[in-house]
């Protein structure tokens, strides 16, 4: 499913406007983000639990020269159902 057809579908169940839809999906994945950022857990319940961790830097060899590359340190969003 894309988002088109996902707000589509969305807007057809609550009664909304597509563009209404657009802005609800839009601020809720921004109130998301923020918190996110933030350091805090989300806890969307029937949904799951967004949290950021942080992945360790590793070495990787790059499959077509044979290099040894360093791949630093990155948070990541993890969703826990």
Do not use: W, Y
């Not at 799951?48 to 990541?76: A, H, Q, S």
């Amino acid at each position: 499913m894309n988002n088109k057809s996902f707000i589509q579908s969305l807007a057809g169940k609550m009664d909304f406007t597509e563009t209404e839809t657009q802005d609800c999906v839009n601020d809720l994945v921004r109130i998301i983000s923020e918190n996110l950022l933030s350091g805090n857990q989300v806890n969307i319940n029937g949904f799951g639990l967004f949290d950021v961790k942080m992945k360790k830097e590793r070495i990787i060899v790059d499959p077509n020269t044979g290099r040894k590359l360093l791949v630093p340190p990155r948070l990541e969003v993890k969703l826990e159902s």
